[in-house]
Structure formats: C-alpha cells, structure tokens
C-alpha cells in the first residue's frame, strides 16, 4: 500500500501512489560485480519492517507511512511488499521497477519473522531534518530544483515558506507561535515536475482518519472542500476535463506520478499545446487502491490541499483511469478564466 503526492501551483501537481505497501522485496547482500545496489540499507526500515513482519499484518497506507514517519525516515513516496522466504526474485523484480520509475535514489529496509518478509522501500530526493525544536534543515540532490516547505500547523491551516536554492542544504526557523503537531513537506522540481520529495512531523503525529468527503465524487468533494477554507466553487469545464483524461491515462500506462510524462512538459504547457491559455494553471495527480483513497491522499497533503484550495481558480476539469493493477488514477486540473488561443 502506498500513496504519493505532489501538488504545485501554475504548473501545480499532487499524485497519490496507493500502493504502500508495495512489495517487499528480500535485499540480500549486493555481489560486488554489481555496479550498484538497487536500494542502499536504512537501519530504520528495517526496523519498521521487522515489527510489520512480526505482526503478520498488512497495515493500511497511512498506518505504514505513519510508522516511516515516526522512525525519522523523510524519504517520499514510501513503499513495501510483504511475502515469505524463498521469494527473492520476486522482490528483486520488483526493487527494479520501483528504481526504473523513480526520479532519485531509494532506501530500503528488510523485515523477516518466521517465514514472513517485508520489505520497505522509499524515493530519496531530498531530507528534512530537525537541527533543534524550531529550526528545520531542508536537502534535496541535485536533480531537484526550486525547493519550498508547505507547513501545516495545529490549526490545520498549510503555509509556504521559502527555501534558499543554493548550497547543500537550507535551514528554516519555524515560528514559535504555530501549534504542534506539525507536518512538513518539501516540494522540489525535478524529472517529472513538481512534488513533496521529504515529509516530516514535529511533536506527535496522529492517526490519519478517513474523510467522509473523499467517498463523493470528484466534483462534490472539490466543492465541500473548497467551501471549508472559504474558496469560491469551481466551473466544470469540458476542455480541462478532457486533458484531466489524458493525463490520467499518461499516469496509468507510464506507472509514474507527476505533471510532465509527454514531451509537452507541465500542465500549463500541455493546455497551450492544445489551443488553451489560462492566467493561473494547477493540477494535482494522484493514484491509490480505490477513488476514494486518492481524494483522501489529495485532501490530507499541505501542498495538494493548497493547490485545489487555491482561491484565484475558476474552472476545473477531472479525469479518473485505472491501471493495469486497478489500481485508480486521478487528475485534478484547474485553471483561471481558461480561452481557447486563436
């Protein structure tokens, strides 16, 4: 079971990959004819994987990000796959597909209990760290660009906060006055545009509770979503909802989450390339196990929920496709005062 987000606005994105847990694969010592290991060895995942196997329990999502989370692992997306001894080639396939698909390094960590393996992989693009309880250390590899924290706070309300773009890394002070928990995520740029790279939480992390929201259509859930942080509603609109489609499909078939999968490149110039120019363009992407578990991803990520929430948006359009696992892809994209070029 796993979910991805990113989310970016005027070429915004937020994917949701419900496939966490992925599967685990068996990480055996790396041959050292090898030219490099598939994952490099987290002590730390291996630690949630070895208390995963012992519970001989599939935990949902949230749950298993949550346990990434509270063991200080930033790394994002996270993914795992559970099996049993004797199945290395299975996990060896699949540590290959999660690298071929990925747009930065992994880390991963194998758990075993009797027979039992899990293996739990993640995408490292990037880092948050805690230097102290106010201050925040931000990283991110060099194929990644143009970083930005979205915090959200004890109220609930998401704000973004500038990143310096040079050197090896940034630090960040957070205001005293902001409740805890909160929950961070740094957005970066990088092969497939724009997404949360790292996530971290400071103070305890709750439990995610399922939003009665995300169990409505796309439509009706963008509308009592954006009601809720004051934002005007939205006109569905054919154009958008056509290329919503499209991307959907592109997420499906290419199994990667991001905003530019074509030779187009990111949302606003995919609409130019299809006769549609508009003052402000956003999209956020996701794929999960079921429609409602990507909304629900979408809803409960900072920088998604600032992208849909977004008040300076006037149309929007929806495309929803299932992959070859059955997985649900969905594609929010919206724009501001959308016209046909001439």
């Known amino acids: 079971m796993c979910v991805a987000l990113c989310a970016a606005t005027a070429s915004a994105d937020a994917t949701t990959d419900e496939d966490?847990?992925?599967?685990?694969?068996?990480?055996?010592?790396?041959?050292?004819?090898?030219?490099e290991p598939l994952c490099i060895n987290d002590k730390r995942l291996k630690d949630v994987a070895t208390r995963l196997a012992e519970d001989q329990e599939i935990p949902a999502s949230p749950e298993l990000v949550r346990a990434v989370r509270k063991a200080g692992v930033s790394?994002?997306?996270?993914?795992?796959?559970?099996?049993?001894?004797?199945?290395?080639?299975?996990f060896r396939r699949w540590l290959i597909d999660l690298k071929e698909k990925s747009d930065g390094p992994m880390v991963?960590?194998?758990?075993?209990s009797g027979q039992r393996v899990v293996l739990i992989a993640a995408v490292q693009a990037g880092s948050l760290e805690m230097v102290n309880p106010q201050t925040v250390r931000a990283e991110l590899i060099d194929t990644f660009r143009s970083p930005y924290l979205v915090v959200r706070h004890g109220s609930k309300e998401a704000r973004r906060v500038a990143v310096g773009d040079e050197g090896p890394g940034s630090v960040i002070s957070l205001p005293a006055e902001w409740g805890r928990p909160l929950f961070m995520q740094l957005v970066a740029t990088g092969p497939n545009g724009p997404r949360p790279i790292a996530e971290q939480w400071v103070g305890t992390i709750p439990r995610s509770e399922p939003s009665r929201m995300s169990s409505q259509s796309p439509a009706s859930w963008l509308l009592q979503l954006r009601r809720a942080s004051g934002a005007r509603s939205l006109?569905?609109?054919?154009?958008?909802?056509?290329?919503?489609?499209?991307?959907?499909?592109a997420v499906c078939e290419s199994g990667k989450i991001g905003h530019e999968l074509d030779p187009y490149g990111d949302p606003e110039a995919r609409l130019l390339s299809r006769g549609i120019e508009a003052r402000v363009v956003g999209e956020a992407v996701a794929r999960a196990k079921t429609l409602s578990e990507a909304l629900h991803g979408i809803e409960d990520s900072p920088s998604h929920r600032l992208t849909v929430t977004d008040e300076r948006f006037t149309d929007v359009g929806y495309g929803v496709a299932k992959d070859d696992r059955d997985r649900t892809c969905v594609v929010v994209l919206l724009a501001s005062w959308p016209r046909k070029v001439p």
Request: hydrophobic fraction near 25%; charged fraction near 30%.
């Open 75 to 90: 790394a994002n997306p996270v993914y795992a796959k559970f099996g049993i001894t004797g199945e290395t080639e299975t």
């Open 20 to 35: 966490s847990p992925n599967e685990p694969a068996e990480v055996e010592e790396t041959p050292s004819e090898q030219p």
């Open 108 to 112: 991963c960590g194998r758990g075993r």
């Open 235 to 249: 006109r569905d609109n054919r154009l958008l909802a056509k290329e919503a489609n499209f991307h959907a499909q």
